[in-house]
Structure formats: structure tokens, C-alpha cells
């Protein structure tokens, strides 16, 4: 099946600093999807990127759908304590037998040293 | 409440016994999704309906797991002689994704996810 390949697995920075995150896969998709997951809760979606090359920010955080449709990256700027927890890139499927089904990265634990 | 509702949010059980989970997904979704996540880890694909289609089974671990729903209402996630390795949050999402045309029109792509059922077996 889809995989996604997200990176890095983990993060370790102190306050203030900036964050960058990126999924790639072999296959295209057509929606980029980023969810922030904090203990005990399910996934919580921050941001969704629907075309190729675009950019779109939801506060400190920005996120791109890459150009080849194939990545995209999401970034954190000043990061603040609050910020700890698992970060997942998805891409949609938009076509084949299984169209609509979201495909998942491995994760990104972010640690916020205050 | 507006979201989606996983129910039990805990559940202990002995090696060897059947549970079933329940998802109430937001109403008017037809898209629904069953995620395992064990410890520490990412989100296993299990199954995906979307509407009436065929579900897509392919990520059930095994043929103790089943999942069944009923149009766009309640899902149940069966797991039958439950084994240790089981353990873990079992997540469910769904989205008014409804295929190439919501793509296209930029819309209801976004999956909404409900708080979990942590599996615990003993």
C-alpha cells in the first residue's frame, strides 16, 4: 500500500526556536493533510493544502503542498511549550479503488524545552 | 456534542475474549475510518467506509478483526479472541468526503477524530 515517509521521527529544541517537519511518498496525492496529537487525545487537524505549490498558514504554523505532489513540509516559527506532542502529515487518495481514504506518516514528537 | 464519539474510552480485557467498539461519527458524514495506535507509535490503517461502498479492509492485521457499518450511522470494530498484542488506542475519524468532486471543489477532505478507545488486554 501508500506509505508516507515523515521526518524527522523526533524533535528536542528550545523555546523560541523554529520547527521544520516534511512528509514524502512515492505516490502522488492530492490533498496534504497536518494533524497535531496531544496526550490522550485523538488527532487534531491544523492544517489542509489542496493544490500543488501551495502555501498556507494558521498562526506560527505554515505548511506547503510540494510542487511535485509528491511532499510537504510544515513549519513552526517561535515555538512555544504548548507545542509538544505527535505531529502527523496525511495525503488523500483521489482515485483508484479506494478513493477519499487518508494515508498517515509515522509521526513527529516534538519536545519544547521551555 | 457535534464531534465524533468513541465509546467504550477504556476497556480491560482477558486474553481470549471478544470486544467491540463503537464509533458515533458527526452527523452527515459518510466517510469513516478505523486507526490502531499502539505506544508510542503512528496511526495503523484498518479499514475505511465511504458510503455505500465496498469498505476497504486491507489494513485489518488479521481475521479476528471486523468492522461493520450500517449507511452513514454507528460503526462497530469486533476483535475476536483478543490477544496482548491487541492493546493499544483504537481510533475512529470520519469527513463528508464523498469522492473527486469534493476534491475539486476543495472541500470536506478534512478527517475529524474522536478521543479514542485505549484497549488494554490482561
Known amino acids: 500500500g501508500q506509505q508516507l515517509n515523515q521526518s524527522p521521527q523526533s524533535m528536542f529544541i528550545q523555546e523560541g526556536e523554529d520547527v521544520s517537519m516534511n512528509c514524502t511518498s512515492s505516490?502522488?496525492?492530492?490533498?496534504w493533510l497536518w494533524y497535531k496529537q496531544e496526550p490522550g487525545e485523538g488527532p487534531v487537524l491544523l492544517i489542509a493544502?489542496?493544490?500543488?505549490?501551495e502555501l498556507t498558514s494558521n498562526g506560527r504554523l505554515t505548511a506547503q503542498f510540494g510542487i511535485t505532489r509528491k511532499d510537504s513540509f510544515l513549519n513552526i516559527s517561535a515555538s512555544i511549550p504548548s507545542d509538544v506532542g505527535i505531529y502527523f502529515c496525511?495525503?488523500?487518495?483521489?482515485?483508484?479503488?479506494?478513493?477519499?481514504?487518508?494515508?498517515f506518516g509515522q509521526g513527529t514528537i516534538l519536545t519544547v524545552h521551555p | 456534542g457535534a464531534g465524533v464519539s468513541q465509546s467504550p474510552s477504556n476497556k480491560v480485557t482477558e486474553k481470549g475474549k471478544d470486544v467491540e467498539l463503537r464509533c458515533d461519527p458527526i452527523?452527515?458524514?459518510?466517510?469513516l475510518y478505523w486507526y490502531r495506535q499502539r505506544l508510542g507509535q503512528g496511526l495503523e490503517f484498518l479499514i475505511y467506509?465511504?458510503?455505500?461502498?465496498?469498505?476497504?479492509k486491507s489494513g485489518l492485521p488479521s481475521d479476528r478483526f471486523s468492522a461493520e457499518r450500517t449507511g452513514e450511522s454507528v460503526s462497530t470494530l469486533t476483535i475476536q479472541r483478543t490477544q496482548q498484542e491487541d492493546s493499544a488506542v483504537y481510533l475512529c475519524?470520519?469527513?463528508?468526503?464523498?469522492?473527486?468532486?469534493?476534491?475539486?471543489?476543495?472541500?470536506?477532505?478534512?478527517?475529524?477524530f474522536g478521543q479514542g478507545t485505549r484497549l488494554t488486554v490482561v
Open positions: 493544502l489542496y493544490k500543488a505549490g
Open positions: 505516490s502522488i496525492f492530492n490533498t
Open positions: 475519524a470520519s469527513s463528508l468526503y464523498r469522492g473527486v468532486w469534493a476534491r475539486a471543489k476543495r472541500m470536506n477532505t478534512e478527517a475529524f
Open positions: 496525511a495525503g488523500l487518495n483521489a482515485g483508484g479503488t479506494s478513493y477519499g481514504k487518508l494515508t
Open positions: 467506509f465511504q458510503g455505500n461502498s465496498a469498505p476497504d
Open positions: 452527523s452527515g458524514h459518510t466517510a
